[in-house]
């Protein structure tokens, strides 16, 4: 009598060619990402009647101490390296004081002359 020989198991996949697309892939979303720098600090933009989202151009951050951010500098450096950018955009706390956004409006422009945009956020649904 004749008995089958053992069976042969069926080929294992190979899972190099997956792991090198997954890293490709990896690789890929990572160079085509956009890094930004970090904020200075957090800011809480005050509201605004209108809905339509700004521009996205370096932004220049002001608290609502009065101190102003841009990317990782504060204080005066932060306020050159923008003024030296041509920065338009301020992102204000809601809480900081009227005079010092419109000082700072002030000597954006005499920087620049384009026009200096305020970020507000949307009204809060009610």
């Known amino acids: 009598m004749r ?3 053992p069976s042969q198991a069926p080929p294992r996949e190979a899972i190099l060619p997956m ?5 490709l892939l990896l690789i890929f979303f990572l160079m085509s990402a956009t890094i930004a720098p970090p904020d200075a600090f957090a ?3 005050p ?7 700004a521009e996205t151009l370096p932004v220049l951050l002001l608290s609502a101490e009065g ?18 950018d041509a920065v338009t955009q301020i992102r204000g706390d809601g809480a900081a004081d009227a005079q010092q956004v419109a000082r700072l409006i002030k000597r954006l ?18």
């Open 19 to 23: 792991i090198n697309v997954v890293f």
């Open 43 to 45: 800011v809480q933009p």
């Open 109 to 126: 422009r005499s920087a620049s002359a384009a026009p200096i945009v305020l970020i507000t956020q949307p009204p809060a649904a009610q």
């Open 67 to 84: 101190v102003i951010g841009y990317r990782d500098l504060r204080g005066d450096a932060a306020l050159e390296a923008a003024l030296d």
């Open 47 to 53: 509201e605004a009647e209108s809905e339509a989202p």
């Open 3 to 5: 008995l089958p020989g």
